[in-house]
């Protein structure tokens, strides 16, 4: 553009041609992004390249963010999502594995609950970095060893908020009564093979993963609440491993008495990180940043073909 043209902008359209602010404005945007109407006509859905570029700009501000403010956030995440292992001891010890609504279905539809609190609440998750911190570096805005940075400052806060949780979970079971129900699905987690757990927790890590993605394709309203829900009820229906949840099910438990071995806690805990690890970035990461990009790449070279033609 001209000077000329910036200062006859300046100075107000010429007589006859005038035009409002919002239609120079649509008419820019026309010029470089011809679906952005499309786009703005669906209020529900966002676009699959916006909710990408969502999910590399919030990634790179997480990558971005003091240790201590991404440790103490983790540690937030980890004691909140102990609730979530409340419920399901609760829920375990009034309803036996004898009651007229099967005991994995019961548990299923509180499990969420404390899922909830903890992403509504903005606080950081790792199965949600699992995928979130692989974003930028996909994309080259963020180095191998800022995603390493992140994984573990928030694995390491998410653990020693669960610590923090199950402590005072476990100094309050004289009210809440669950005891029973801790050891019960503490025993659930660590009972399989390692291989048993290393696929389970895949599956988790893929569905949390995939929701902390639904939730950026979301408007931020009731829907997100929803798609935490969903994706964390299957979770909880298959009996899955989440590191992060079944650490809080592993330590209340042995903080009320149950017999869990230090071994066995913390082969079936690495066990389920990595599990979650592969599934959230690879399943998630890689894959919705790939198929995304390369439809990006199609569309640049049908535009540069047209062009030239």
């Keep these: 553009m001209t000077d000329t043209t910036s200062a006859s ?17 649509r008419g820019r945007e026309d010029s470089r992004f011809i679906p952005v109407v499309l786009k703005r006509s669906d209020q529900s859905v966002r676009h699959p390249d916006d909710v990408l570029r969502n999910a590399i700009q919030e990634g790179t501000e997480q990558a971005g963010r003091p240790l201590a403010s991404l440790f103490l ?39 969420p609950l404390g899922f909830v609190l903890c992403l509504i609440s903005g606080t950081q998750l790792f199965t ?29 806060g998410n653990l020693v908020g669960c610590a923090l949780g199950a402590g005072l979970i476990a100094m309050a079971d004289g009210v809440i009564g669950a005891a029973e129900g801790y050891a019960s699905v503490a025993e ?40 935490i829900y969903v994706t964390t009820f299957l979770i909880g ?46 399943f998630v990461g890689v894959l919705n940043y790939g198929h995304i990009r390369e439809t990006q790449l199609v569309r ?7 062009r030239d033609g």
Excluded: C
Aim: hydrophobic share 50%; glycine share 12%.
């Design 9 to 25: 902008d300046e100075l107000g359209p010429a007589p006859g041609n005038e035009k409002t602010e919002r239609q120079i404005e």
């Design 73 to 111: 956030s983790a540690i937030s995440a980890g004691a909140i999502l102990g609730f979530a292992a409340m419920a399901v001891g609760v829920m375990a010890t009034l309803f036996g594995a004898e009651g007229p609504v099967p005991q994995r279905i019961l548990l299923a539809i509180v499990y």
């Design 128 to 156: 949600e970095h699992t995928a979130l911190a692989v974003y930028p570096v996909l994309d080259r805005r963020r180095s191998v060893t800022s995603l390493f940075r992140v994984w573990g400052t928030v694995l390491v």
């Design 188 to 227: 659930h987690m660590m009972h399989y093979t390692a291989t048993e757990t290393l696929m389970s927790a895949v599956l988790a890590g893929w569905l949390m993963a995939l929701g902390g993605w639904l939730i950026l394709a979301t408007l931020p309203d009731f829907s997100q609440i929803a798609v």
């Design 237 to 282: 229906l298959g009996g899955l491993h989440h590191s992060i949840a079944g650490t809080s099910e592993i330590l209340v438990a042995a903080f009320t008495g149950a017999p869990v071995t230090a071994g066995g806690a913390i082969t079936t805990i690495a066990t389920a990180v990595l599990g979650n690890l592969i599934g959230g970035s690879l």
């Design 300 to 306: 640049e070279d049908d535009g540069d073909s047209s």
